[in-house]
């Protein structure tokens, strides 16, 4: 079987507008929740959000692209502009290997349905701007970077709520492993920080108003972020052969369905997918040093993660560190999984263990290790990214140093 | 033709083909102007705000329907004729 590496990274999150600076906020545990700025943050319950700060559209593009990129889109070519660089691949070369791109995001270009719903229903506007469609829909993100990178080969969008990242990563990764293709740009996106997106959040009442604490015993619900995060995947003998600088190896992947409930999580469904892909991996329990959890900070999630965690990994869960960068950046949604797995990046290469910053209090539900409030040195040699969505669809990741 | 009419449609076309509005002449066709299938609805967006008219207009049909965008000459008699309308 063809082996799948990473080669290129590049985010836009609330922690940086670069992998530097998110890795230096990742082992500096900075958090970038703060109070949200959004239009009618007034009429709103929930005003705490990690948002991405002094970002300046007009100054990454130009009239005509602002007025056909939603901020997810916007936030989706930043990051593949940092991958694709980083990467040092050239247009030509994507355009001849015939690469492709899958990114992941669950609500796509809300911000243009929030502003176009505004101008209808509210100022009574006869019409909208007719770019409305192009603008808003769930693909838009990866066709734009399809078209700015000559990425012919199979492109789409995946939505699986908070697991769309995780979905699309894993399906760019078996792209390559069963040689559809050699390169792949993959991650995810996510803008829902308006009005509309956090009203809507609102209503479940699993938000908390102060801040992300995950598997803290007095954690109160979750926090919303956005931004995005993009990778270059490509075929091993490619990468080596044309010199390529490894970030990773992307070694197993796996996906399980609940099948049970729309918004409670499930252990067996979570255990299926985290043993699933440690099976597809071919690597022994105790070579994960370090699990960047789901983690959202509701009560139910982290009980439920961490005891699934320990039905798989057993006597080896007392060894394992396991985070949640959910707690500095937010919870991305259908972006979290492309923006948490640079965490897992972070501890391969340079053995940094991002912490679970706000953890006050040991929660016997979540008695591992946590890596609370302060980063880590160790060096480990494989990790592993769970993405549990609503709707009870999972999907795990795992990565080795190379 | 009814030149405050024109004037404003002139600057709206110029502003979407990012031109000089001196470039647009009446018998300048959108296709000469550099303004594809896009910035062709924008376009018309962009004039119906401003004269606050709506437009009947499908991009499916240019030819049959009632607002002739042959030429900048065509798009403006048009529009002023909608905009009498609007008066009526």
């Known amino acids: 079987m063809r082996r799948v590496v990473i080669t290129g990274q590049g985010t836009i999150n609330p922690l940086g507008k670069s992998v530097t600076e998110t890795s230096a906020a990742f082992a500096d545990g900075r ?45 989706a070519i930043i990051a593949a502009d940092e991958a694709v660089d980083t990467a040092g691949l050239s247009r030509d070369e994507f355009s001849r290997s015939g690469a492709g791109i899958v990114l992941g995001t669950a609500g796509g270009g809300l911000n243009t349905w929030d502003d176009s719903y505004r101008k209808v229903y509210e100022e009574k506007k006869r019409r909208v701007h007719p770019f409305v469609v192009p603008k808003l829909m769930n693909n838009a993100a990866a066709s734009n970077i399809s078209m700015k990178y000559d990425l012919i080969g199979p492109s789409f969008s995946v939505s699986t709520a908070c697991s769309s990242s995780n979905h699309a990563i894993g399906l760019a990764f078996q792209m390559i492993r069963t040689g559809m293709t050699d390169i792949m740009l993959t991650g995810g996106s996510e803008s829902t920080l308006c009005f509309g997106g956090v009203k809507a959040w609102e209503g479940l009442r699993v938000m908390s108003n ?45 996906m399980s369905s609940d099948a049970q409930d729309i918004v409670n999580p499930s252990k067996v469904g979570a255990a299926r997918a985290i043993s699933g892909a440690l099976r597809d991996s071919g690597i022994a329990l105790d070579d994960i040093g370090y699990i960047n959890a789901h983690g959202t900070g509701t009560t139910v999630n982290d009980r439920t993660e961490c005891s699934a965690i320990r039905e798989v990994f057993g006597a080896a869960a007392e060894t394992l560190m396991l985070s949640s960068t959910k707690s500095m950046h937010g919870h991305l949604i259908g972006g979290t999984g492309a923006v948490e797995l ?30 609370p409030n302060e980063a880590r040195q160790a060096k480990i040699r494989a990790t592993m990214s769970n993405a549990f969505a609503f709707g009870g669809m999972n999907a795990v990741l795992v990565l080795r140093s190379i | 033709m009814d030149q405050a009419v024109a004037k404003r449609v002139i600057e709206l076309i110029a502003e979407q083909a990012l031109i000089d509005v001196d470039q647009v002449k009446l018998d300048s066709t959108p296709e000469e102007l550099g303004i594809d299938s896009l910035a062709l609805v924008e376009s018309i967006f962009a004039i119906e705000e401003s004269f606050d008219i709506q437009v009947p207009f499908n991009a499916n049909e240019q030819h049959g329907s009632d607002f ?9 008699e048009a529009v002023a004729d909608l905009v009498a309308q609007k008066g009526d």
């Not at chain 1, 979750?222 to 091993?236: D, P, R, S």
């Not at chain 1, 990468?239 to 070694?251: H, M, N, P, Q």
């Open chain 2, 68 to 76: 002739d965008i042959s030429t900048v000459g065509t798009i403006i």
């Open chain 1, 342 to 371: 640079l965490a897992c990046i972070l501890a391969l290469r340079h053995g940094i263990i991002a912490p679970t910053i706000n953890h006050l209090q040991f929660d016997p539900d979540c008695d591992l290790d946590v890596v």
């Open chain 1, 31 to 75: 958090c970038g929740i703060g109070e949200l700025d959004i239009r009618d943050v007034d009429r709103l319950t929930v005003k705490v959000g990690g948002q991405v700060r002094n970002f300046e559209p007009d100054s990454h593009f130009d009239r005509q692209e602002l007025a056909l990129y939603d901020r997810f889109t916007q936030f």
């Open chain 1, 210 to 254: 102060t801040a992300c604490r995950p598997f803290c015993a007095t954690r109160n619900g979750m926090v919303q972020g956005e931004g995005a995060a993009v990778f270059v995947l490509e075929e091993f003998e490619y990468a080596k052969r044309r010199g390529a600088d490894i970030l990773a190896e992307v070694s197993g992947f796996a």
